[in-house]
């Protein structure tokens, strides 16, 4: 297998000594579409956390290419190319839905001009090019904070990828969004990361995504990997299906 | 629509100067308090409160007056190298203050502003104490006007600046800075996530609402003809975010639309009654309630009606 994009070796980190992380080490590999599943309150958000800035572990490293990220801000983490979408949509709720695509759009291409306006027209295509991907075409001009709650996240995501990253981190990224929705929604989520190339690592709840889309499984329980794998292989694992999907 | 809007009030405005000279004063006061509330307005769009912007209006008062006295006696050289100052000074306060949210942004930018104050009403030897300095009459391309002559020159190019940097403004505010400037309101969260520093988004920012604020300082010293202490006090900082308020912030033309509204309103009540102070309270109230926008709201809003 190639060298991991993304390595979290040993990684230790508690909250008011309940253990989200207790030396628990993972890789995530070029191409791959890592899902990582546990009970609610497991450590995974943490996870996703400690990877990207957010929270610095106890003890442990996190490795991008090779070079050591764990004391990097979330902000020069994402200018290595590794961009997230949140459990809760975070998005400039005051801003039309196509401001918050050209921002995201903009600071992917450089910030720093003041010359040229946020809204071009090759940035607004693309803007719209994205949403159509992720179905908010038709709400482009829309408030943000007007747009229902599944919509909120499937914004999210779709600001995530204008980052164009190469590694996306995605938490829940289903949750909010109806039934109907969930699975027109991963088609075209998988679609985006095969087309662009991007490896993703998502923590997701619905077994049924899992199965169907993720290319590998890691079960986090109490900090600690209870199981990992094929998802045929540990969906097959009894303790698993005991702890983690009766529960989930 | 706004663009003929906004062009027919330049106009109308440079009109009523030629026709009534005795306005051009407050016009040319409107105009440099409108800039300094425009310092306040963009500020205003983070979601940042500065009660202290006074300061910088001062010192590039100040600037003037000790560059005049240093011998540099050419307006658009003093003009220039005094904003330099006020940029400067804004540069570094905002260095730390841009850290700060909330009340706490608010009340250092206060706190700093009144050390300030303090500074030039005391240091009597450098700055004159509570009398001040004079801002002489400099030349305009090497000719030293009268007076007279001088205010008129000052009112049309202070017009002048107000639709050439307005137009600076509104492109910046426009551009992908200023919209991660607007952004810093909603979710800096998100910012970070997208690789945008939010400490330079802010400082950038800063220095220019400071810049934006010396220049109407500038304006003002040679309008008047002299700099004193309180124009760095803290009640001429809650003025200008008054005039901010009042005129509102959804746009560049509302912290001139704000500044001439008031200091026309003050003009005239003044003339009524020495409780003007009144006036302008319950024109605040008004607008608070009634438009909370503020006055430029109104266009934006008729505007949104008609398209």
Redesign the interface.
């Known amino acids: 297998m190639s060298r991991p994009i993304l390595e979290a070796k040993n990684l230790r980190v508690a909250f008011n000594g309940v253990k989200a992380a207790d030396g628990a080490s993972i890789a995530i590999h070029d191409g791959e579409f890592l899902a990582i599943i546990g009970p609610n309150g497991s450590g995974k958000t943490t996870l996703l956390n400690i990877c990207?800035g957010y929270i610095r572990p106890i003890s442990g490293s996190v490795l991008l290419d090779g070079n050591d990220i764990t004391r990097m801000?979330?902000?020069?983490i994402?200018?290595r190319g590794v961009?997230?979408a949140f459990q809760i949509p975070?998005?400039?709720?005051?801003?039309r839905v196509i401001?918050n695509m050209?921002?995201?759009l903009?600071?992917?291409d450089g910030?720093?001009?003041?010359?040229?306006?946020?809204?071009t027209a090759e940035r607004r295509d693309e803007a719209k090019a994205l949403l159509e991907l992720v179905g908010l075409d038709g709400d482009t001009d829309r408030i943000s904070s007007t747009l229902p709650e599944g919509h909120r996240k499937l914004l999210d995501i779709a600001?995530a990828l204008a980052?164009k990253p190469r590694l996306l981190l995605l938490d829940e990224p289903t949750s909010g969004v109806s039934a109907l929705e969930r699975f027109p929604l991963m088609e075209a989520l998988m679609s985006a990361l095969r087309q662009r190339r991007i490896t993703a690592l998502f923590v997701e709840h619905d077994m049924d995504v899992v199965a169907r889309y993720a290319s590998r499984v890691l079960v986090w329980n109490a900090g600690n990997i209870m199981a990992e794998g094929r998802p045929d292989e540990v969906f097959g694992n009894a303790q698993v299906r005991e702890r983690v999907v009766g529960v989930a | 629509m706004r663009i003929i809007l906004a062009a027919a009030a330049v106009v109308m405005l440079a009109a009523l100067a030629f026709a009534a000279p005795w306005l051009q004063f407050v016009l040319t006061l409107a105009i440099a308090k409108g800039f300094a509330a425009l310092g306040v307005a963009v500020l205003l769009r983070a979601g940042l409160i500065s009660i202290g912007h006074a300061m910088f209006f001062a010192a590039s008062a100040y600037g003037a007056a000790f560059l005049a006295r240093a011998g540099i006696n050419d307006l658009g050289l003093l003009l220039i190298l005094s904003v330099l100052v006020s940029a400067l000074i804004g540069a570094i306060a905002g260095s730390f203050l841009v850290r700060y949210r909330a009340i706490f942004f608010a009340m250092l930018n206060l706190a700093v502003s009144m050390v300030f104050y303090a500074l030039c009403a005391k240091l009597y030897g450098v700055t004159g104490g509570t009398d001040g300095l004079p801002v002489p009459i400099p030349a305009v391309f090497g000719i030293v006007f009268a007076e007279p002559v001088f205010k008129s020159i000052l009112f049309y190019l202070s017009l002048t600046l107000m639709v050439l940097v307005g137009l600076a403004v509104h492109?910046?505010l426009?551009?992908?800075?200023?919209?991660?400037l607007?952004?810093v309101?909603?979710?800096e969260?998100?910012l970070?996530?997208?690789?945008?520093?939010v400490w330079a988004?802010l400082l950038i920012a800063y220095t220019i609402s400071a810049a934006l604020a010396g220049l109407g300082g500038s304006i003002a010293g040679f309008a008047i003809g002299r700099v004193v202490p309180d124009f760095a006090f803290w009640t001429a900082s809650g003025h200008l975010v008054l005039i901010a308020v009042l005129g509102g912030i959804g746009g560049v033309p509302g912290a001139f639309i704000g500044a001439l509204f008031l200091e026309l309103l003050h003009s005239a009540a003044v003339t009524v009654t020495d409780a003007w102070n009144m006036f302008v309270g319950i024109t605040l109230i008004v607008v608070i309630m009634f438009m909370p926008q503020g006055i430029y709201g109104l266009f934006e809003r008729k505007e949104a009606q008609s398209s």
């Open positions: 990207t801000s979330p902000r020069a994402a200018r961009a997230r975070q998005l400039f709720s005051a801003q401001d050209m921002l995201a903009a600071a992917k910030l720093w001009t003041v010359i040229r306006p946020l809204e600001v980052l | 492109r910046y426009d551009s992908p800075l200023g919209h991660a607007s952004a309101h909603s979710n969260i998100r970070e996530y997208l690789g945008i520093p988004v």
